[in-house]
């Protein structure tokens, strides 16, 4: 159909410039026009761009998904909400088990139906999926979120799971917790004592930072903290960023300077965060802490981790703890409810 379509278009044009143009003119045209037709059936295939080559004439409901734009596909519509319009697309097409669509160069696949999402999220054929440019950069597939599926990513969930998130672990910080909360009624009362008005968010995102670290790290980084937080919101905000590269295979699309920021701020993190392993390594007695710094120092010869892979380890727990409060600030602010922004007032 598309071919026909094409086929009409170069007739019904070659008919208008026929008797109008000289005709080495009128070839050139037509060539120009006959590479541009077949460049759309090229580009034009459901999916997008990415999918060409695993576009199936025979079963053309095989990749059902939005044909996009030639070369950038879905990404001219992306942008604030892109979950809502995705979602708005996939049940226009009737694609909710599944989607395809092309953002640049790269194949992209969504659900909108919770049973084929569960099976994505949890069976082994996706178990590898790419990691950003930014998240590379950052460490990121060193740590468990972005590890590629194996030995060593089991390794590193096994070590989560029994020296972070266990009962007996949390609730060996739960002195930590208790002195934070305290810290945070003395403060309320003192401002409200003096100003007989409290801001809540400070205080809530001091306590929240204070938590992350000493949990992560231990007790003895107070120093560090306010340097350790700049380098988390950092992160986090790059990790966010929209980056070219991404999308297309091109190392010098660095329009936005997101690889720039991300290579100083992961030699800040090397030689801040390596610096702390290095002097609780030389300190020693790490069985009588429960920051995971100490867990990981204290597992088997066997089992443990080089610094190379302690460093991004521990910069990431500490990055996905930190964003997932920043991350709900956010959300509070955009819906309009700012709970964190809320003031206590005293007549």
């Known amino acids: 159909m598309s071919m026909l379509a094409n086929l009409s278009f170069l007739l019904i044009f070659s008919a208008i410039i026929s008797h109008q143009t000289p005709w080495p003119v009128t070839v050139l045209l037509l060539s120009l026009f006959s590479c541009f037709a077949y460049s759309l059936n090229y580009w034009l295939v459901p999916g997008g761009f990415a999918w060409r080559n695993h576009h199936d004439n025979q079963n053309p409901s095989k990749f059902r998904g939005p044909i996009g734009w030639p070369v950038l596909g879905t990404l001219p519509q992306m942008g604030s909400l892109a979950h809502r319009k995705l979602a708005s697309v996939a049940t226009s097409l009737g694609a909710t088990k599944l989607m395809a669509f092309s953002l640049g160069t790269t194949r992209v696949i969504i659900s909108s139906h919770p049973d084929t999402a569960r099976e994505i999220l949890c069976g082994s054929s996706f178990a590898d999926r790419p990691v950003k440019e930014s998240a590379r950069l950052l460490m990121f597939e060193r740590a468990i979120g972005f590890a590629p599926s194996g030995d060593y990513w089991r390794h590193l969930r096994r070590i989560a799971a029994n020296h972070m998130f266990s009962p007996r672990k949390i609730s060996g910080l739960e002195p930590l917790r208790q002195r934070l909360a305290n810290e945070m009624l003395a403060e309320v009362s003192e401002e409200m004592k003096e100003r007989r ?114 460093v991004p380890l521990l910069w990431v727990n500490k990055l996905s703890l930190f964003s997932h409060h920043i991350l709900k600030t956010n959300l509070n602010q955009s819906s309009g409810i700012k709970k964190s922004d809320k003031l206590l007032h005293v007549p």
């Open 197 to 310: 008005v409290v801001s809540l968010r400070g205080i809530l995102q001091k306590s929240s930072l204070s938590n992350v670290l000493e949990s992560v790290l231990g007790s003895d980084v107070h120093i560090k903290r306010e340097e350790l937080g700049f380098m988390a919101a950092e992160g986090f905000d790059l990790i966010s960023k929209f980056n070219l590269e991404d999308y297309f295979p091109l190392g010098f699309l660095d329009f936005y300077g997101v690889k720039r920021r991300c290579c100083k701020l992961a030699g800040k993190v090397n030689s801040v965060v390596g610096q702390v392993v290095t002097e609780r390594k030389r300190a020693g007695d790490f069985r009588s802490r429960s920051d995971f710094l100490s867990a990981l120092l204290s597992l088997p010869e066997q089992e443990r981790l080089n610094e190379s892979d302690m």
